[in-house]
């Protein structure tokens, strides 16, 4: 379980102007139109009061403040939005006002977006001290303090929109919702527009999301990494109440620790009881109490093939210059795309102890390849840097290219056999035959798909599976929607994200024909049958 120690431990926050006072003092003054109490004060409670102090209160010996960057990961309910608005004040009208300040908040969306604004506009529209000074223009989602010519602005997922804009503060609303293109355009163009002046402040403000290569899961898995004290980062705020793998979601305990606003009302204990309920019955349900009640950050899939903590059990290196040096027995599977996207190469090698060491090659377009990954959401520009992706020249996969790469794969290594899907691989299988590779078909059907299935699963439960780490492998196991027939087999599907899963494809036809080992090679029924061609 994550939770910043300091919100709870009664430990000194530095405020040597007088900063953070100043804001906790003019946010208690404010109202909220939904609070019962007489007066309708703004609830800001000690845990709030805390993050505030904490973000306001530490300068540098400039009167520079400190933290420039937070990320408060909360779960649903705990009210993350109204802090949120209040902050959006605090700059626009409070004691952090500039002259002439912008401060934008952004979501995936223009519901979404809205929910911000319009948590900030009732706040105003229900105080008429606010109100006097403020200019809410709702059908733009902006709001102006005429007097300093400073404004408050929501916007969604249009990238191109934001650039050129100056932000003093920018309000990252929702990032795990933040997808493909999109998402990354307009992260791209807030996150570049905070260095043009001095003292900028982004606020990512979110629940926890699904998968791990994606853009929200990065700034998380920093902001993590900073919280637990292995990276020294001043300048980062990480607020982050997470429940992890290993905690029992169950114990009530865990619910408070981490929902800070139960100790305060909210949200409310009866309902939680009654969706835990809900939750022990279904699967579906209790993912998402864990999601979005309890804030873990889960695997990409809504029905995965398997939990991705136990698929990174075996992240542990395959060495295959050591392979290649003994020529152990290896196996091939190749899952060809229809040139536009990602087409790939997993080798296999039994481990010795019942179990599989795998490694992939991928291959994609060279032509914007920015804009492939964008499309997924993910970067396939870092990954090509870093060896993970083979681009090939033009805006189609070079077949001939990832053919030459097969043939080199069985000059190094003692490949056995390679295992095509003939659907779109006979002209390559065809080449290969000619000059005597061994080759094979393996149709993506439930005949051969199913047993191949049930033994990388068995592998991967087992901890028999290590595959290196390999990223863009691990995320096409993290895509995979699993399809389950009424005999109980289970086949992959992509599902309607359209996210890639050639590369855990692949792998399960590497492993299955590397099962059989031997015999499958001694025994294989010719793929390759003349009558065919003489047609």
């Known amino acids: 379980m994550l939770a910043p120690a300091w919100i709870a431990d009664g430990s000194e926050i530095a405020d040597p102007m007088g900063h953070g006072e100043k804001a906790v003092q003019w946010l208690r003054k404010l109202k909220h139109p939904k609070n019962p109490a007489p007066g309708h004060p703004f609830q800001l409670d000690p845990w709030q009061e805390r993050v505030v102090r904490r973000i306001y209160g530490p300068r540098d010996e400039h009167g520079q403040r400190i933290v420039r960057r937070v990320v408060l990961l909360l779960p649903r309910g705990n009210r993350k939005t109204s802090l949120a608005a209040a902050l959006n004040l605090l700059h626009l009208m409070g004691p952090e006002r500039k002259p002439g300040g912008l401060i934008l908040s952004a979501a995936a969306s223009h519901e979404q977006a809205k929910e911000l604004f319009n948590e900030t506009a009732m706040i105003i529209q229900g105080d008429y001290r606010l109100a006097k000074h403020l200019q809410v223009r709702e059908y733009v989602s902006r709001i102006g303090f005429g007097r300093e010519r400073s404004r408050y602005v929501a916007v969604a997922s249009d990238g191109k929109g934001q650039h050129g804009k100056t932000p003093d503060v920018v309000v990252a609303d929702e990032i795990h919702a933040w997808e493909g293109r999109p998402g990354l355009r307009l992260w791209e163009a807030l996150d570049s527009a905070l260095v043009k002046v001095s003292g900028t402040l982004l606020i990512v403000a979110s629940t926890s999301g699904r998968g791990q290569e994606n853009l929200a899961w990065q700034q998380v898995e920093y902001a993590i990494r900073v919280q637990k004290g292995e990276i020294d980062d001043p300048a980062t705020l990480p607020v982050i109440f997470m429940a992890e793998e290993d905690d029992d979601w169950q114990d009530e305990a865990l619910w408070h620790a981490v929902n800070p606003g139960l100790a305060h009302g909210y949200p409310d204990l009866e309902a939680f009881r009654d969706k835990a309920k809900k939750a022990q019955h279904s699967p579906f349900e209790r993912d998402s109490f864990k999601q979005f009640n309890l804030n873990r950050w889960l695997d990409a899939s809504t029905s995965p093939f398997v939990d991705m903590a136990t698929y990174d059990r075996g992240a542990d290196a395959v060495d295959l210059d050591e392979l290649e040096l003994v020529q152990a027995p290896c196996w091939l599977g190749v899952d060809l795309s229809k040139n536009e996207d990602l087409t790939v190469v997993v080798a296999c090698w039994q481990d010795g102890a019942g179990g599989y060491q795998v490694h992939p090659w991928f291959f994609c377009p060279e032509d914007n390849l920015r804009t492939r990954g964008e499309l997924h959401g993910v970067d396939y520009i870092t990954w090509a840097e870093e060896g993970f992706i083979i681009p090939t020249p ?29 659907h779109l691989g006979r002209h390559m299988m065809s080449n290969l035959h000619d000059d005597g590779l061994p080759v094979a078909e393996f149709r993506q059907g439930w005949v051969s798909m199913a047993p191949a299935v049930k033994e990388l699963e068995r592998a991967i439960l087992a901890g028999s599976f290590r595959h290196g780490g390999h990223p863009v492998l691990r995320w096409n196991f993290e895509n995979i929607q699993l399809h389950v027939d009424a005999a109980g087999n289970k086949a992959f599907h992509k599902g309607k994200s359209g996210n890639k899963i050639d590369g855990a494809v692949a792998a399960a036809m590497a492993v299955a024909r590397c099962a059989e080992g031997e015999e499958a090679f001694a025994t294989a029924a010719p793929w390759f049958d003349d009558d065919m061609w003489t047609a």
Request: hydrophobic letters at 45%.
């Open 394 to 422: 033009g805006n189609t996969v070079d077949l001939r290219a990832v053919e030459d790469h097969v043939r080199e794969l069985f000059a190094r290594f003692n490949v056995r056999e390679a295992a095509f899907d003939p």
